[in-house]
């Protein structure tokens, strides 16, 4: 049985569209998208684009609990993540499998856990604290560029080390430029094998190459200076230090790899779902002042429960990375269904979160569903599952904990228009249009 049979039986029903018309549909409307495929083929489902190629939806709990508790060898996360390559480099833990992954995860692991991680706590404070004084007052602004500004300036305070975060205006520059190339799903289309033109180097392929050169020429640099400089306390000193089970340290061009991995998924993830955090907060006044009396003087926003059951909502109805993928290298059934070697399985966190039988009255922003509710891993997943699960999960849960605590217990803030953000598609992520824009009262 080939893969290609996968999708013309009628066991595994799906999109019957062409892969350009799905492609257009899932950058342009990717939650309807989704909702109405669901609707009509039910909790497994098939859709072809062109970023991604053939892949079958998952979007039962116990689908996905097979798939996040299977054999890793036989789900391969790391060949369905090759999408990513362009932007992470081949070394990149997200691309790797076996033996290779679990020495690469090991190693990137300390860093973001434990007592180390709280250490951060100062600098994703002043960071916030620093950019809060440059919003404007009374007129209408996005967040999103904010956001950006100000997770990418905690992700690189620390990881380099730096104590003036304009030390690192050009790693800065650079990083930007690269994002915003892909800032939309028809730009990180033109990153496909089959679209990479270089067209006298005017092409967006060319483009973004002659970019992502120009960071990674600073990124080595930094490399370069801080073997140089000696250990500190920044991340990039303890991944320099860190040695496997063989006593092998990282190379060079793996330091790189992960480097960008921490900084792309680090920076854009976060400050996407920190945006997404915004849009629904104040899309409810209820949430927010009950919220922002929560904050308003807390020294430790780790010990406040609203904003955790929040934080949760939030992620659960707008998970910024709405599937994660697994490709076979061998047969699997799940469920009775039978999945040849080369399938492309996709558990869907963004369907299962609006499982109405696991969450009533999905479509509702209602953080208190959290409040009493211990997260179960299969019908929760926004950062993953599994040994793939994200490693800086916690990181970033209390890196958007710092950011919202700073805000809100500091400023007043508004939307500029009622109504959910619509979804739109940037960098594999689910953005909000327009980057939530608001109005700073008083």
């Excluded at 061009?253 to 993830?269: I, K, S, Y």
């Excluded at 599937?323 to 299962?352: C, D, E, I, K, M």
């Excluded at 109405?356 to 009255?361: G, I, N, Q, S």
């Excluded at 009622?418 to 327009?434: L, M, S």
Aim: aromatic share 8%; net charge neutral; glycine share 6%.
């Amino acid at each position: 049985m080939t893969t290609d049979a996968v999708f013309d039986s009628p066991a595994v029903p799906g999109v019957p569209l062409p892969a350009f018309v799905q492609t257009l549909l899932w950058a342009g409307w990717p939650m309807e998208f989704l909702e109405r495929a669901q609707e009509r083929y039910g909790d497994v489902f098939h859709i072809h684009t062109l970023l991604f190629g053939k892949e079958v939806v998952l979007a039962h709990p116990e689908d996905v609990k097979e798939v996040f508790t299977g054999d890793p060898d036989q789900l391969r996360a790391g060949e369905a993540n090759q999408p990513l390559e362009p932007l992470v480099g081949p070394r990149s833990v997200l691309l790797l499998d076996g033996p290779e992954h679990l020495r690469q995860r090991r190693l990137l692991l300390p860093p973001f856990h434990g007592e180390r991680m709280l250490k951060y706590a100062a600098v994703m404070r002043e960071t916030t604290a620093e950019d809060l004084a440059r919003w404007p007052r009374g007129a209408v602004f996005s967040l999103h560029p904010h956001m950006q500004r100000v997770t990418l300036d905690i992700i690189l305070r620390t990881i380099f080390g730096a104590e003036d975060p304009r030390d690192l205006t050009d790693l800065r520059a650079a990083l930007s430029k690269v994002l915003d190339r892909l800032g939309s799903a028809f730009s990180t289309i033109a990153t496909i094998p089959p679209l990479r033109f270089h067209l006298g180097g005017f092409s967006p392929w060319a483009i973004f190459q002659r970019e992502m050169a120009a960071a990674d020429k600073l990124v080595y640099a930094r490399i370069a200076k801080r073997r140089a400089e000696g250990p500190r306390e920044d991340v990039l000193s303890l991944l320099l230090s860190a040695t496997d089970e063989e006593g092998k340290p990282l190379t060079d061009p793996e330091l790189r790899d992960e480097l960008m991995t921490l900084l792309v998924a680090g920076h854009e993830t976060t400050a996407t779902m920190l945006c997404w955090a915004f849009d629904l907060i104040l899309s409810h006044p209820a949430v927010r002042d009950r919220l922002v009396e929560e904050v308003t003087g807390a020294e430790d926003p780790q010990r406040l429960p609203y904003l955790d059951a929040v934080l949760k909502e939030v992620l659960r109805m707008r998970p910024v990375i709405p599937a994660v993928g697994r490709r076979l290298s061998a047969p699997l059934t799940l469920r009775g269904r039978h999945y040849p070697t080369g399938t492309l399985l996709v558990p869907s966190s963004y369907l299962v979160h609006h499982n109405p039988e696991v969450y009533p009255d999905p479509k509702v922003f209602r953080p208190e569903r959290f409040l009493d509710r211990k997260s179960d891993p299969y019908t929760f997943f926004p950062f993953g599952g599994g040994v793939r699960r994200c490693l800086g999960m916690a990181f970033a849960q209390f890196e958007m904990k710092v950011v919202l605590a700073e805000v809100f217990g500091r400023v007043k803030l508004k939307k500029a228009r009622p109504g959910p953000a619509k979804v739109t598609v940037r960098v594999f992520t689910f953005a909000p249009e327009k980057g939530v824009e608001v109005v700073l009262e008083g």
